[in-house]
């Protein structure tokens, strides 16, 4: 016999059993379909937080940087309170407190409150990309005749953008993983497809290990398609 080819009866039993596993969590009775479901509700859920996030993050970055000491007090309260508290509680007081009677659709409830959770941290991170760049360029904007909000928009955002975009992929991320929580509104998202496999087969393993994995490809694509844009961005640097 070819020793190459030789494969010990208990590792052959266990490759067995792992396939007979994965068959009954996933393939029998089509339960791979909670898993495709959860994957859909997770990237919308995110993709849609992530958006709304960014536009309340760059709002709150502003107030937070604005000499009136109103807009101020707002930026910093609202900071102070998201980053203060749990996401899961930020998310189960707005799905059945604030909008429980608005009739909006389970997920973009979920979608708005991950999108206020998100919108804190990621002011900050705009902040401190603003605050990065020299005042010189600020100067000089206003030496050209532009008005404040010109120079804000026509030169210190996109020279800020370069800075911050590796901190906003890291939020980004860290949000897909923070939206594993949806299964407390009634949401089936990846993590709560995986519990369903698990109560329905009795088998622990296989759903979480999947849930696992999946949750890790969709991470590690992502931040080899967001670290090829960030490459881009540099390719205009002066080195």
Same mark, same amino acid.
């Given at each position: 016999?070819?020793?190459? /080819?030789? @494969?010990?009866?208990?590792?052959?039993?266990? %490759?067995?059993?792992?396939?007979?596993?994965?068959? %009954?969590?996933? @393939?029998?009775?089509?339960?791979?379909?909670?898993?495709?479901?959860?994957?859909?509700? #997770?990237?919308?859920?995110?993709?849609?937080?992530?958006?709304?996030?960014?536009?309340?993050?760059?709002?709150?970055?502003? %107030?937070?940087?604005?000499?009136?000491?109103?807009?101020?007090? @707002?930026?910093?309260?609202?900071?102070?309170?998201?980053?203060?508290?749990?996401?899961?509680?930020? /998310?189960?007081?707005?799905?059945?407190?604030?909008?429980?009677?608005?009739?909006?659709?389970?997920?973009?409830?979920?979608?708005?409150?991950?999108?206020?959770?998100?919108?804190?941290?990621?002011?900050?991170?705009?902040?401190?990309? @603003?605050?990065?760049?020299?005042?010189?360029?600020?100067?000089?904007?206003?030496?050209?005749?532009?008005?404040?909000?010109?120079?804000?928009?026509?030169?210190?955002?996109?020279?800020?953008?370069?800075?911050?975009?590796?901190?906003?992929?890291?939020?980004?991320?860290?949000?897909?993983?923070? #939206?594993?929580?949806?299964?407390?509104?009634?949401?089936?998202?990846?993590?709560?497809?995986?519990?369903?496999?698990?109560? #329905?087969?009795?088998?622990?393993?296989?759903?979480?290990?999947? #849930?696992?994995?999946?949750?890790?490809?969709?991470?590690?694509?992502?931040?080899?398609? /967001?670290?090829?844009?960030?490459?881009?961005?540099?390719?205009?640097?002066?080195?």
């Amino acid at each position: 016999m070819n020793s190459a /080819l030789f @494969i010990p009866a208990s590792l052959a039993t266990w %490759f067995a059993d792992v396939k007979e596993t994965f068959v %009954f969590c996933f @393939i029998e009775k089509k339960r791979y379909t909670f898993l495709t479901e959860g994957i859909w509700m #997770t990237i919308k859920v995110s993709l849609v937080a992530a958006l709304f996030g960014l536009v309340i993050g760059f709002v709150i970055a502003i %107030f937070n940087l604005s000499n009136k000491k109103a807009l101020n007090k @707002i930026g910093k309260v609202y900071t102070d309170i998201i980053r203060g508290t749990p996401s899961v509680t930020q /998310l189960m007081i707005i799905y059945f407190v604030v909008l429980a009677k608005t009739g909006l659709a389970k997920w973009l409830i979920a979608s708005i409150a991950f999108s206020i959770n998100s919108g804190a941290y990621v002011s900050e991170i705009i902040r401190a990309g @603003i605050l990065s760049i020299d005042k010189g360029q600020t100067e000089a904007g206003r030496s050209l005749g532009l008005k404040g909000s010109q120079t804000m928009m026509s030169i210190v955002i996109p020279q800020a953008v370069k800075n911050i975009f590796p901190a906003l992929c890291n939020e980004f991320i860290t949000l897909i993983k923070e #939206t594993a929580i949806v299964g407390y509104v009634g949401l089936v998202d990846i993590q709560k497809a995986g519990d369903f496999i698990k109560s #329905t087969t009795y088998e622990a393993f296989m759903p979480l290990i999947g #849930t696992a994995i999946i949750y890790f490809v969709i991470i590690k694509v992502l931040t080899v398609s /967001l670290g090829k844009v960030e490459k881009r961005l540099r390719k205009s640097d002066v080195r």
